[in-house]
T-cell receptor
Framework: DAGVTQSPTHLIKTRGQQVTLRCSPKSGHDTVSWYQQALGQGPQFIFQYYEEEERQRGNFPDRFSGHQFPNYSSELNVNALLLGDSALYLCASSLVRQGNTGELFFGEGSRLTVL | EDQVTQSPEALRLQEGESSSLNCSYT??????LFWYRQDPGKGPEFLFT???AGEEKEKERLKATLTKKESFLHITAPKPEDSATYLC???????????FGQGTRLTINP
């Protein structure tokens, strides 16, 4: 049973560039959430997608956008990168029908470095 | 303002030395309190969900408890493989997001 897979695992960008991160949820899951984790901090919620729509959004600027595809996979896009966007980006999946949307399955993350 | 604070930031124990990690929260309308484990370079791994004060959950050497203001993660006779960062998070009523604390970095020395 495949868990949550994310790509790429590491990437380096320069300020002002754009980046796209990808996520495939755990088999059978229908909901994808994205979190940003700075070094030494807990993950911070960016947004959640269900049925191809954004259900809730955290306190992140519009430079952060996302998409969910019919096969439940998801992308996170960040435009006009800033140095402060350097972080581990985590994708988490869950199953709405389970009811407990706090029980998340996380991928290993995409480590973004902005120079 | 809703918030969650974990203490201590770091804890170093000898193998077999039991201890507790603390998660203090101030949340209006708590839906659930969650514990996760995170190994270096990995994503968090779900451990427990607690819904109401007085509830307890156990898994191997770990036991999580919940009061109206705090949650504790008790570690009994830990082993080196229990070394990790332990994160607590809350979810409030009507919300999808989890709000995480900053974590406690636990090291168990053999």
């Amino acid at each position: 049973d495949a868990g949550v897979t994310q790509s790429p695992t590491h990437l380096i960008k320069t300020r002002g560039q754009q980046v796209t991160l990808r996520c495939s949820p755990k088999s059978g899951h229908d909901t994808v959430s994205w979190y940003q984790q700075a070094l030494g901090q807990g993950p911070q919620f960016i947004f959640q997608y269900y049925e191809e729509e954004e259900r809730q959004r955290g306190n992140f600027p519009d430079r952060f956008s996302g998409h969910q595809f019919p096969n439940y996979s998801s992308e996170l896009n960040v435009n006009a990168l800033l140095l402060g966007d350097s972080a581990l980006y985590l994708c988490a999946s869950s199953l709405v029908r389970q009811g407990n949307t706090g029980e998340l399955f996380f991928g290993e993350g995409s480590r973004l470095t902005v120079l | 303002e809703d918030q969650v604070t974990q203490s201590p930031e770091a804890l170093r124990l000898q193998e077999g030395e039991s201890s507790s990690l603390n998660c203090s929260y101030t949340v209006s309308g708590l839906r659930g309190l969650f514990w996760y484990r995170q190994d270096p370079g990995k994503g968090p791994e779900f451990l427990f969900t607690l819904y109401s004060a007085g509830e307890e959950k156990e898994k191997e050497r770990l036991k999580a408890t919940l009061t109206k203001k705090e949650s504790f993660l008790h570690i009994t006779a830990p082993k080196p493989e229990d070394s990790a960062t332990y994160l607590c998070a809350y979810q409030y009523q009507g919300a999808q997001k989890l709000v995480f604390g900053q974590g406690t970095r636990l090291t168990i020395n053999p």
